[in-house]
């Protein structure tokens, strides 16, 4: 997606301006690292497998945002995950959004549902708020890939999780730090369906079944009834069938 200007190779000399030795710069970009934001769910723990699987497990970590979630189990859950998989988490409080916003994901009264066609868990900005979050700390750590499980099938229509929201943010970012980003969103055209064979592929599908979660009403393995379990559910149940057709 980039431009030429946009994507200047890594070993490139421009890269040496800021005052580096060619030693350090190299050193630094020898190993190129990747950093997954990270809730512990289906997409990013699959996504995290993806990184893992190109990056090398010593050379991913992973973002994840607290911001006011109705459920501290979502939180633990991705903790969990990242300490049993053995990569380092940050987590990075945004819950200055909670004081200014107001929807369902973290009102505990709120009832979650559709209204028109966007649902009330949409928290406006939030993605582009993780995004340049995740981008200042990856810049600072050298990290020029990142991850997110960001998806417009199937669900929903989150303005911020469209394709194009994603490739403009990028070009922002890569604009505000003057550093070449690279945001992968290897779910984003993906069904759920897709995404569990994804995780099968990567040999991480018990994994992510049995260990992430997805509920909005915060139920360990699931209430089965809310859009974000049903969803999940019915992606499952497609790719067992496929499965075991095949
Ligand atoms: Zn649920």
């Known amino acids: 997606m980039h431009s030429s200007f946009l994507s200047t190779p890594l070993s490139q000399g421009s890269l040496l301006l800021d005052g580096t030795s060619t030693n350090d710069s190299v050193q630094k970009h020898a190993l190129p690292k990747a950093a997954v934001i990270f809730s512990g769910g289906q997409d990013s723990t699959t996504c995290l497998f993806l990184a893992i699987k190109e990056f090398g497990l010593k050379n991913v970590e992973v973002i994840t945002f607290q911001y006011g979630q109705r459920h501290a189990i979502e939180l ?91 490739k403009s943010m990028n070009v922002t970012l890569n604009l505000a730090m003057d550093y070449p980003f690279d945001i992968r969103t290897p779910l984003m055209f993906l069904t759920k369906k897709q995404t569990w064979a994804l995780a099968d592929k990567l040999g991480a599908f018990d994994y992510v079944r049995n260990h992430t979660h997805t509920c909005y009403l915060g139920v360990d393995g699931g209430c089965h009834d809310c859009p974000s379990c049903r969803l999940r559910e019915k992606g499952l149940a497609e790719y067992l069938e496929e499965k075991t057709n095949v």
């Open 76 to 166: 633990q859950k991705a903790q969990w995950i990242a300490q049993d998989l053995g990569v380092k988490q940050t987590v990075i409080d945004t819950s200055v959004i909670k004081a200014i916003t107001t929807n369902a994901l973290m009102d505990e009264n709120a009832t979650i549902e559709q209204q028109g066609s966007m649902p009330n868990t949409f928290v406006d900005g939030r993605n582009a708020l993780f995004l340049l979050y995740a981008a200042i700390y990856a810049k600072g750590q050298g990290i020029h890939t990142i991850f997110t499980g960001v998806c417009e099938t199937d669900f929903s229509g989150y303005p911020d999780c469209r394709d194009v929201f994603i």
